[in-house]
């Protein structure tokens, strides 16, 4: 098949598009280089299998292909509140420009959606029926909202236009190729202890998250977009929490790091608990997550490590 990447030169596209490569199929990364990186796609450039467009969703654009997997979107809070307008543009004017083009020639597509749709969720673990508890005027609203009405837009082409969607919504992913900057729990405590720098908790540190490895994330995401008759949305995660505190002692002990740990004020609309319910991945996809947290891990801080030491990159 040929299949678009849309945000294929960031954390998760990147791993998604050499998967599919592998696989055999002809695969089109799109990016803008926001957050992405060439660093990313490095390894497959080579490959004829292959090709780079840089291109904004925002702008529309004809390609012919059989499946469109959308995952441009800055996907971290300093990142999407960098330009919250243009995050907004992203998920909206993105999608639709993304579903026109899977209505036209036909390709199936699938969204990259968010556990932040469910915001600071009433219910714990939260299931695909809840719909959530979110702020439509705060400082993460331009990309909560965005992603609700991306999803909102993958409904409406679905149901006016028969377009052939599937809706995932991703929970904390993490792995080699996060980028360093972007301020997310992993990225942050691996580098702060790989530098022997303080491990910044915010609020407590009571609050807790599940983190999922990006391969396990990646094979979920192939198996909905070839599940027949199941449009979602599935969330995708590792149910395995852990509190926030826990999760910088884990990375102090792995990394062997003399980092201290301290408190610093929450900031605005922090979710206090976020644990994906899988149990219709697991009846749907046949899939949950298999990689231990410590393995995953392990891979996460060798990567930081090769950057940090200058000789990056797998
Ligand atoms: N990483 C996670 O834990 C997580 C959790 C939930 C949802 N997601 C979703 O998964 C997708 C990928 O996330 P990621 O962690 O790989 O983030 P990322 O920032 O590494 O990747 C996003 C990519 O999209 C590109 N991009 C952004 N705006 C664009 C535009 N207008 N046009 C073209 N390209 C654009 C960026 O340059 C980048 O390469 C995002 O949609 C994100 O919302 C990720």
């Not at 991306?150 to 679905?158: I, N, P, S, V, W």
């Amino acid at each position: 098949m040929r299949i678009l990447v849309t945000g294929g030169a960031g954390f998760i596209g990147s791993h998604l598009c050499e998967r599919l490569v592998g696989e055999g199929h002809d695969v089109i990364c799109l990016d803008n280089f926001f957050t992405g990186n060439k660093r990313n796609i490095e390894p497959l450039l080579d490959n004829h299998r292959f090709e780079l467009i840089r291109h904004d969703i925002v702008e529309p654009i004809l390609l012919e292909v059989d499946q469109i997997y959308n995952l441009a979107c800055p996907a971290s809070p300093i990142h999407y509140q960098y330009n919250p307008v243009k995050t907004v543009k992203t998920s909206v004017m993105g999608s639709i420009n993304m579903l026109g083009l899977a209505k036209r020639v036909r390709a199936r597509i699938l969204q990259a959606s968010t556990s932040e749709i469910y915001g600071d969720p009433k219910i714990h673990p939260q299931t695909e029926d809840y719909w959530g508890n979110v702020n439509p005027i705060g400082v993460r609203s331009c990309y909560d909202e965005g992603k609700r009405v991306a999803e909102t837009l993958m409904m409406d082409y679905h149901r006016q236009n028969g377009v052939d969607v599937r809706i995932i919504r991703i929970f904390n992913t993490y792995g080699p190729r996060m980028a360093e900057n972007d301020g997310r729990v992993v990225s942050n405590f691996v580098l702060q202890a790989l530098k022997g720098e303080d491990i910044t908790v915010y609020g407590k540190g009571k609050q807790t998250r599940s983190f999922c490895y990006v391969s396990d994330l990646v094979d979920g995401m192939i198996r909905m977009m070839n599940c027949p008759g199941f449009i979602g949305p599935v969330n995708l995660g590792n149910p395995a929490e852990t509190t926030i505190l826990e999760f910088a002692e884990r990375i102090i002990a792995l990394t062997g790091s003399k980092s201290k740990i301290v408190f610093k004020p929450l900031p605005a609309d922090d979710p206090k608990q976020r644990q994906p319910n899988i149990d219709l991945a697991k009846t749907k996809l046949d899939w949950e997550p298999r990689v231990a947290v410590e393995d995953g891990l392990k891979q996460t801080i060798d990567y930081f490590a090769s950057i940090i030491n200058g000789n990056c990159c797998k």
